[in-house]
C-alpha cells in the first residue's frame, strides 16, 4: 500500500517574501507551512501546501528506483489530497488563465487487493492552475459512494469495470445480482471524464448514469450526484456527452429493445429531452458507444460490433472482453439523425470498427453547396478487441521491451447522404506518421462539428505497450509532429486556443506526464509549432489519467 508517512529532504522554508506573495494568489488559501527547494532544476523544484489532514512536508521524489518497480503511470497515488504552486521552468503565456481539470482512475488497490483493469480505479482529479504565467496544481480522491463504501468497509463494494464485489454466503450474491438489475450495485465511481455545462457546474462522468457527480473545480471537492430529473431511466449512458455552452447531448443504450436515445440538455436543467431513437440494425444487443461526434446539424449515431452483453455482466469474474461480446457477424453500421426534427436521414453498413474515442464529425458539401456526406473521424483499432485485453494492470505493469501495442489510426468514415447502402472507413493518414498508436485525441472546440484540419492525440514511438508520444496530427497535409522523452507515459494533449486566436492551431497543448522513474511533471507545448514552452515538475508522479476540461477564468 502507498504510504502516508513522508520525511523532508533537502527542503527549507521559504523567506517572508515568497511566502507572502504566495499567500495573495487569488482563490487559495494556503494554511499550512510553505516549503520551498534550495535550487530551481528539473530534479527537485517546487513549491508546495498541503491539505490539512495530511502531514505538511512531502519528501522529493525517490532517485534510486529499483528496476522491478512499476511505471508511476500504473500505480496508486500516494496521497488522497494535495495541493501546491509549482517552479515552472520556460514561460506559461500570459493569456492563459483558468484551471485545466484531469480526470483519471487514481487507486488501483483496496487494503491488500489489487484492481485488475486500467479502468477499475477510483477516480482522481487533478488540476493545474494557470495565472499570470504561475502554475498551482492539486488532486483529489473523488468521494463517490464506490470508493467511500470501500474505504469504510476495506473491501470492493460495487461492480467496476472488471471487478466483482465477493459476496460472504449464497444469499448475499443472490441480493447483489438482484440490485444488479436495479442498478443499486452498480459503480458511481466518475473515473472517466469531466466535463463544465453551459451554466458553469462541473461533472465527472462514468459510463453507469448512477456516476455523475458535481465537483468544485478550484477546491476538487466533492459536492454530490447530479440528479437527471427526466424519466428517461436506463443504466447506462455515453460516457463522453458533447457539452457547449448552448446544449448537451447524450446517447442511452436500450439494452431491452436494443437501439440508442438521443437526448438533450438546456444549460442550467438536469432534464433530458429525447430528440429521436436510432433502433439497432442487427445483433443481440446495441455495440457500444463510449463517445459520439456531431456535425452542425446531424448526430453521428455508431452501431459497432462490440456489442454490450447482459450474460457476461452477471459474471463473477470476466470475460476476455469483460461487459461486451464481440459479434463480426453483426456487422457494423452507422447512423445520421437529424437534431432539429429527430429523423433518420442515413444508416448504413460500414466496414468493422473498434473505437473508443471519436475525434470530430463535419458536412461534407457538393459543388452546388449541398451535404452530400458526413465525414466522422475516430481512433480506430482495425476491429482488433485484443486492445481492451492489453489495458489490465499486470499487462501494463509487465512492458519487456516487446512491441505489443495494437495498431491503431485515425480511422475516417464517410457516410452518403444520397440513400446508398454503404459507407466506407479508411485511413486519414498514414498510420506510420504518428507510430501506428492513436487515441485520447483532442482539438479546437471552435471547430466542434466543422471541417478542421488539426488533432492532437496520443501516439506511439514501438517498441511500446501503450501509447508514449504526444502528437499534433495535420488532416490537410496528412503528416504528424511527435513528442517523446524516453520512459514518459504521456496523458491526454489537451488543446486551449488564444483568445481572439484566427488560426486553428493558436493556442497551447496541456498534457500530464508520469514517467517510469517515478516522477511527474505538466507540460505546456505551442499548439503551432509542438515546441515545449513550459514544463513544471510535481512533488512526486502522478498516475495516468485519462480526460480533462478547460474552466476559464472569469
Not at 362 to 390: F, M, N, P
Request: contains cysteine; proline residues 6%; hydrophobic residues 35%.
Amino acid at each position: 500500500m502507498a504510504s502516508l508517512a513522508f520525511s523532508a529532504t533537502n527542503m527549507v522554508v521559504s523567506d517572508h517574501k515568497s511566502e507572502s506573495i504566495i499567500r495573495r494568489r487569488e482563490g487559495f488559501s494556503f494554511q499550512n507551512t510553505i516549503i520551498a527547494a534550495k535550487s530551481v532544476n528539473r530534479s527537485d523544484s517546487f513549491i508546495t501546501k498541503v491539505a490539512t489532514e495530511l502531514p505538511a512536508i512531502i519528501s522529493p521524489p525517490e532517485k534510486d528506483i529499483p528496476a522491478n518497480r512499476n511505471h508511476v503511470a500504473w500505480t496508486s497515488v500516494r496521497q488522497e489530497r494535495w495541493e501546491g504552486e509549482l517552479v515552472v521552468e520556460g514561460e506559461i503565456p500570459l493569456w492563459l488563465k483558468g484551471t485545466y481539470l484531469r480526470n483519471g482512475p487514481g487507486l488501483w488497490h483496496i487494503e491488500n487487493y489489487d484492481f485488475r483493469h486500467l479502468f477499475d480505479g477510483y477516480a482522481l482529479l487533478v488540476k493545474l492552475h494557470f495565472e499570470n504565467g504561475r502554475l498551482v496544481a492539486g488532486h483529489r480522491q473523488i468521494e463517490s459512494e464506490a470508493y467511500k463504501a470501500a474505504k469504510k468497509n476495506k473491501k470492493l463494494c460495487y461492480r467496476e469495470f472488471s471487478e466483482v464485489p465477493k459476496p460472504d454466503n449464497f444469499l448475499s450474491y443472490i441480493g447483489e445480482l438482484a440490485n444488479l438489475f436495479s442498478g443499486e450495485s452498480l459503480t458511481d465511481n466518475a473515473n472517466t471524464g469531466v466535463i463544465k455545462l453551459g451554466d458553469g457546474r462541473v461533472v465527472c462522468l462514468t459510463e453507469t448514469q448512477k456516476g455523475s457527480i458535481v465537483v468544485d473545480p478550484e477546491t476538487l471537492d466533492t459536492i454530490g450526484k447530479f440528479e437527471y430529473s427526466d424519466s428517461l431511466g436506463g443504466l447506462i449512458h455515453s460516457a463522453h456527452p458533447i457539452v457547449t455552452d448552448s446544449e448537451f447531448l447524450t446517447l442511452l443504450p436500450d439494452l431491452l429493445n436494443p437501439g440508442y436515445l438521443v437526448a438533450r440538455m438546456e444549460p442550467g436543467s438536469n432534464e433530458r429531452k429525447v430528440i429521436g431513437r436510432v433502433d439497432c440494425r442487427n445483433g443481440p444487443a446495441p455495440g457500444w458507444v463510449h463517445s459520439f461526434p456531431v456535425t452542425e446539424h446531424y448526430v453521428v449515431v455508431p452501431e459497432m460490433p462490440l456489442r454490450y452483453c447482459a450474460q457476461n455482466l452477471l459474471r463473477a469474474e470476466p470475460t476476455p472482453l469483460y461487459k461486451f461480446q464481440w459479434h463480426p457477424e453483426s456487422k457494423g453500421f452507422v447512423h445520421i439523425m437529424c437534431k432539429a426534427s429527430g429523423n433518420i436521414v442515413a444508416s448504413v453498413e460500414v466496414p468493422l470498427f473498434v473505437t473508443f474515442h471519436f475525434i470530430n464529425a463535419y458536412e461534407e458539401k457538393d459543388e452546388d453547396g449541398r451535404v452530400s456526406a458526413v465525414i466522422a473521424d475516430c481512433c480506430e483499432h482495425h476491429a482488433d478487441t485484443t486492445i481492451l485485453e492489453k489495458l489490465k494492470l499486470q499487462n501494463l505493469r509487465s512492458f519487456t521491451g516487446l512491441d505489443v501495442l495494437p495498431d491503431a489510426r485515425v480511422g475516417r468514415f464517410r457516410i452518403p447522404l444520397d440513400g446508398s447502402p454503404y459507407g466506407t472507413l479508411e485511413a486519414a493518414l498514414d498510420p506510420d506518421e504518428h507510430g501506428r498508436g492513436m487515441d485520447m485525441c483532442s482539438i479546437n472546440p471552435a471547430f466542434l462539428g466543422k471541417k478542421y484540419r488539426y488533432t492532437y492525440a496520443c501516439g506511439a514511438q514501438r517498441p511500446c505497450n501503450f501509447p508514449n508520444t504526444l502528437t499534433k496530427i495535420d488532416l490537410v497535409n496528412k503528416t504528424a509532429k511527435n513528442w517523446h522523452e524516453e520512459g514518459a507515459v504521456p496523458s491526454e494533449p489537451f488543446f486551449v486556443a488564444r483568445p481572439g486566436a484566427t488560426e486553428e492551431d493558436d493556442g497551447v497543448v496541456i498534457s500530464m506526464i508520469s514517467e517510469k522513474s517515478g516522477e511527474g511533471y505538466a507540460i505546456l507545448l505551442d499548439g503551432s509549432t509542438f515546441e515545449e514552452i513550459a514544463r513544471a515538475k510535481f512533488p512526486y508522479g502522478l498516475p495516468y489519467g485519462l480526460h480533462g476540461c478547460w474552466v476559464p477564468k472569469n
